[in-house]
């Protein structure tokens, strides 16, 4: 950070000098915080009404990970500058530390009125982003620690678990209890940097035993390496991601593995939208060859590429999203050979007594060139989702979940349509 060369007064020799030249700065500047939070004290005695000095005073109580008086001296400074942009944007960058998300988010939303077209409103637009993504992603808001944990519990009733063509007979409906726990390690934080290593696993339960053979646990493990930065004027994130998955079958044997490689780039084109653009490579390897690999065998390497825009607007707590996603899955049996396109409209909503609402209509089609049969298989798809959501402080997270899919395909043995219920309990680390 560029310590500020403004004037201020020596109690000592009541004589001007530069704010840079203080024992105090130098210390901040070797990172000495300790040392310099005792020297800006003193300075703060001689000189009580100057910004600059709260300013440091302030940012070095956040090094020193005292948040709570760092924002009261960040307020006392905004009592004395009540429009200094940068006095709002460091708050915001504090109060995201502390992870009090609404309180950040009111601050940086400030910066953006107060200093248009400046380099503090580009970094207030790019936090308001990663805001919004952790809130998506039902991530817990603020600066990343060295640890992290996501875990789930879930209950949901399902209308049709085999996905059974319509019209078939046999049992169709239950309920299911469902877990996940994902663990996350930062290998790497800076403000540009950021790379992580992550493990998870999920499993499902049945009651009763007619689909005991649909308890499939599966676990996977990956990397991920995220960069900031600016093309021009206009902030971007991009990103490599690596995935590797293993699912079983309920007796224990190994059903399949994959390993998936992801490049995506977002960036912000306006204050107002973010556009996030992705390739991605799977390679699917399949125990199960089917009844002649030549036709049955779903080994394959996939191809994904997609692309969605991103609309904000109540003050960046809302938001709709336009999506299109290409695959092209290159199987080695002829059945599996798929050309597939899919699109996807989602809105989020605040609601009060600090609700969320989502909600997700989609469409897609596939299309199996190769498939060896009487008539062409090709699929229709459509899904209809919503969700309402409510934190309870910083941890812990409530989800009530509806989903439906109707499937059409050429051949009526492959068409169903399902509806799933669901309620979840969601802790942060």
Do not use: C
Request: proline residues 4%; glycine residues 8%; charged residues 20%.
């Amino acid at each position: 950070m560029t310590l500020l060369a403004a004037g201020l007064t020596d109690a000592a020799a009541q004589s001007p000098m530069r704010f840079r030249d203080t024992p105090g700065a130098k210390a901040f500047v070797a990172k000495d915080y300790p040392r310099a939070l005792e020297e800006f004290r003193r300075l703060r005695q001689a000189n009580p009404n100057n910004t600059l000095i709260l300013r440091y005073l302030a940012i070095t109580l956040s090094q020193l990970g005292r948040y709570q008086e760092a924002i009261g001296i960040f307020k006392e400074a905004l009592a004395i500058a009540p429009n200094k942009a940068w006095i709002h944007y460091h708050l915001g960058v504090t109060y995201y530390n502390a992870r009090l998300g609404k309180q950040a988010a009111a601050s940086f939303r400030r910066v953006m009125a107060l200093a248009q077209g400046t380099q503090y409103a580009q970094l207030a637009s790019r936090y308001l982003d990663a805001i919004a993504q952790q809130q998506s992603q039902q991530q817990r808001i603020g600066t990343p620690q060295r640890f992290g944990a996501f875990v789930q519990g879930g209950y949901q009733y399902d209308n049709n678990i085999p996905a059974a063509a319509n019209g078939v007979a046999g049992p169709r409906g239950g309920n299911r209890f469902t877990g996940y726990v994902n663990l996350d390690y930062y290998l790497h934080r800076s403000p540009v940097w950021l790379v992580t290593a992550s493990i998870n696993g999920y499993q499902n339960w049945y009651d009763g035993n007619n689909f005991n053979a649909l308890e499939t646990p599966q676990y996977s493990g990956g990397l991920r390496a995220q960069r900031t930065g600016t093309l021009g004027r206009y902030p971007y994130i991009g990103s490599v991601n690596y995935n590797y998955r293993r699912v079983y079958l309920s007796d224990g044997s190994p059903y399949s593995r994959s390993h998936a490689l992801t490049l995506g780039l977002r960036m912000n084109l306006s204050k107002t939208t973010a556009t996030y653009g992705y390739y991605r490579y799977t390679n699917d390897d399949f125990a199960a060859e089917g009844f002649d690999p030549v036709f049955s065998s779903r080994d394959a390497n996939n191809h994904a590429l997609g692309l969605r825009h991103t609309w904000y607007f109540a003050q960046r707590q809302g938001q709709v999203s336009v999506g299109l996603d290409y695959q092209k899955n290159d199987a080695r049996g002829l059945n599996f050979e798929m050309d597939s396109l899919s699109g996807k409209i989602n809105a989020i909503f605040p609601l009060p007594w600090a609700l969320r609402a989502e909600f997700d209509v989609g469409y897609g089609t596939d299309d199996y060139s190769q498939f060896v049969g009487p008539v062409r298989r090709k699929t229709d798809r459509k899904t209809v989702s919503a969700g309402l959501s409510r934190w309870f402080g910083q941890r812990v997270q409530m989800r009530l979940d509806y989903s439906y899919r109707d499937e059409a395909s050429s051949y009526d043995q492959l068409s169903y349509d399902r509806t799933v219920w669901g309620a979840s309990l969601n802790y942060v680390y």
